[in-house]
């Protein structure tokens, strides 16, 4: 399997698919940037908070990196009812990376590579593989695309877009 991109998505489907006994091949532009928090440093809130909370449920990494790379904890919307009530951490960028690029290391069947896809490869209408800029190509049998808000929101399953984005 390969992932592509090694933010909160890609870093949780690399490291869920790899737990559950693929051979799995992280591809970012650099290992360096494996957990890098383009957006404010905060993991909670209503919305990203249900979120983390389901990911965390099935056993995902953020909840666990979000409690290691810490700095604030707060109860948002205290003044209103329980129903909208949610926790938030303010989160150290530079622990994040850290600890985000220690679960990817010490993840058995899961490698990096650096680099920049360029093409999703196909035989019979199947993925086989990836094209890597300056590496050549990858054989697999299954591609995640997880390159966050780089892609607009949308989210794709075969040839059909399945959430459109803006």
């Not at 489907?13 to 799995?24: F, H």
């Not at 949610?86 to 220690?102: C, E, F, G, N, V």
């Not at 899961?110 to 990836?130: A, F, P, Y």
Request: hydrophobic share 45%; with cysteine.
């Amino acid at each position: 399997m390969i992932v592509i991109g090694g933010g909160h998505a890609g870093l949780e489907a690399a490291l869920a698919a790899s737990r559950l006994g693929c051979s799995v091949a992280l591809v970012t532009f650099s290992e360096k940037t494996i957990g890098v928090m383009s957006c404010n440093p905060a993991i909670g809130g209503l919305a990203k908070g249900q979120m983390v909370r389901e990911i965390d449920a099935l056993g995902g990494e953020i909840g666990a990196l979000a409690d290691l790379a810490g700095v604030q904890f707060k109860t948002l919307n205290r003044s209103k009812g329980r129903a909208v009530w949610s926790p938030r951490a303010q989160i150290d960028r530079s622990l994040y990376i850290k600890h985000s690029r220690m679960a990817v290391k010490n993840q058995q069947g899961l490698s990096v590579i650096e680099g920049e896809v360029e093409r999703i490869l196909t035989l019979k209408s199947c993925v086989s593989g990836v094209s890597i800029r300056g590496l050549g190509e990858v054989a697999c049998r299954c591609v995640v695309v997880a390159a966050g808000t780089f892609l607009s929101g949308k989210m794709f399953t075969g040839m059909n877009e399945i959430v459109g984005g803006r």
